[in-house]
């Protein structure tokens, strides 16, 4: 096994937050007395809409969370899917009487999970990639890596589990990409 064999590694989307304008004012106390699905939160001030199928989304600033449930966590999550669902969330409030045009629609923030097949030495890890590795296992198990090119972060863990955060699908997918010979050194030999 080396680092430039290839390796098919799963990157598991957990979850998607985006943003799109409405082009109207809308009018939060009506939208939680008479939308459905929709659960008022007096000590946060805002209103979740909970769609049946695609997750949650988060109200006043129109900022759609998509949290991924464990059985509808997949692979091939795409900018598409969130769109499908931020329309939905648009539909429903245009059948609320609500003047809305979609707009501006942008994913902002994708957050993944990856299992390396093997361990990983966090120290000799974080030794070997300075500065873009910063680790402080007195404060967090993880080592922060960051690749500033893509906007990515990953919180590498020593079972070999990697979380990433980028702007989108594809830069999550090359920091994994990116980051895997080098955690393919640091990895912890079986005896």
Excluded: W
Aim: net charge neutral; proline share 4%; glycine share 4%.
């Amino acid at each position: 096994m080396d680092a430039d064999s290839d390796v098919a590694l799963d990157i598991l989307i957990t979850n998607v937050v985006c943003v799109f304008r409405t082009r109207c004012h809308l009018n939060l106390r009506k939208i939680a007395l008479e939308g459905a699905n929709v659960i008022y939160k007096r000590d946060v001030g805002e209103k979740l809409f909970a769609l049946e199928q695609q997750g949650e989304c988060y109200l006043g600033k129109l900022i759609l969370c998509f949290a991924l449930h464990e059985e509808d966590v997949f692979q091939d999550f795409n900018e598409e899917e969130a769109k499908f669902g931020a329309r939905r969330l648009a539909r429903s409030l245009q059948k609320l009487g609500f003047q809305v045009i979609f707009t501006d629609f942008k994913v902002v923030n994708v957050l993944a999970v990856c299992n390396m097949p093997f361990e990983i030495r966090l120290p000799e890890f974080t030794k070997n990639n300075r500065p873009h590795a910063s680790y402080e296992p007195e404060l967090h198990p993880a080592v922060c890596y960051r690749i500033k090119s893509l906007r990515a972060t990953l919180q590498i863990f020593s079972t070999g589990s990697i979380t990433v955060t980028g702007p989108n699908v594809k830069a999550v997918a090359s920091a994994v990409e990116q980051v895997y010979p080098f955690v393919f050194e640091s990895r912890k030999e079986i005896l």
